[in-house]
């Protein structure tokens, strides 16, 4: 694995990219449509964005190339699924998240506004 | 069709775009930037744009390895103007010693001066760029171990 990314906590382009691939295999513009859907188009990705992160990805093996699902599809299209590491590295991310919304829960009960 | 012609500009502008992206990137990229532009059904924004700029500069600068030359280069020029600024009396003499062979201003002491100077320039500025460089990619290697034992 090379140019490694910090396990966590992952930047939000990463982050968004692991989580629409991790429902299912998906090309390039199905994961900019996936990150705004699961944003409700507040997060919109570029394809400069999402090329940069997904050349890092795959060299750290995170997210790997797949045989497209269409034969009839534009032939430019490559799809992309998610690995195990990348499955591993997403939960994990997933855990701390779910430690830092408690902590902020526990935090903003403490003193309300 | 005066939609379809404005359409076709903003594309060819778009691809000239993702030609300027390094060649490693743009071989393996840019037929799907290209295709992801041509399904986007907003014909052809200006955030598209924006961001394929971003990623020029962001291929070059922070991804292909040629800020590496770039800041060699830089350092190398920096220290050959603080050598001639020295040389010209611009800056004080304690602060760079200029040896006395170019003092004297003799041709050949002068030629060899600029020579050993550009080319100690130069290699200190590999150096210090390879030294940069060493520490990252032990950093890097750290994280790599870091991922694994997850």
Redesign the interface.
């Known amino acids: 694995m090379k140019d490694g990314f910090d396990s966590t906590p992952l930047s939000p382009a990463v982050l968004h990219i692991l989580l629409a691939l991790a429902g299912e295999d998906r090309h390039g513009y199905g994961i900019m449509l996936e990150i705004a859907r699961q944003s409700s188009g507040k997060y919109k990705m570029g394809p400069g964005t999402l090329y940069d992160n997904l050349q890092r990805l795959l060299s750290q093996e995170l997210v790997a190339e797949c045989p497209r699902a269409d034969a009839g599809e534009d032939s430019r299209r490559r799809y992309y699924t998610l690995t195990g590491a990348g499955r591993r590295v997403l939960s994990a991310e997933v855990v701390r998240l779910e430690g830092v919304v408690k902590e902020a829960r526990l935090c903003l009960a403490r003193k309300p506004v | 069709m005066p939609g379809a012609k404005a359409r076709m500009k903003k594309r060819n502008l778009y691809s000239w775009i993702v030609a300027l992206h390094p060649p490693k990137?743009r071989k393996?990229?840019g037929?799907?930037?290209?295709?992801?532009?041509d399904?986007?059904n907003d014909g052809g924004s200006m955030?598209?744009f924006?961001?394929?700029v971003?990623?020029?500069m962001?291929?070059w600068l922070l991804?292909s390895g040629a800020w590496k030359v770039m800041a060699a280069v830089a350092g190398a020029v920096a220290q050959m103007a603080l050598f001639g600024s020295a040389w010209s009396g611009m800056v004080p003499r304690a602060i760079v010693r200029v040896p006395a062979a170019a003092e004297r201003g003799a041709g050949q002491g002068l030629a060899l001066l600029l020579v050993a100077g550009i080319t100690t320039a130069i290699l200190m500025s590999g150096v210090a760029v390879a030294t940069w460089n060493g520490t990252s990619l032990m950093r890097?290697?750290g994280?790599?171990a870091?991922?694994?034992r997850?």
Not at chain 2, 31 to 37: N, Y
């Open positions: 990137f393996r990229f037929d799907e930037m290209l295709c992801i532009f399904e986007a955030a598209l924006k961001d394929g971003a990623s020029v962001r291929q991804r890097r290697q994280r790599a870091h991922r694994r997850l």
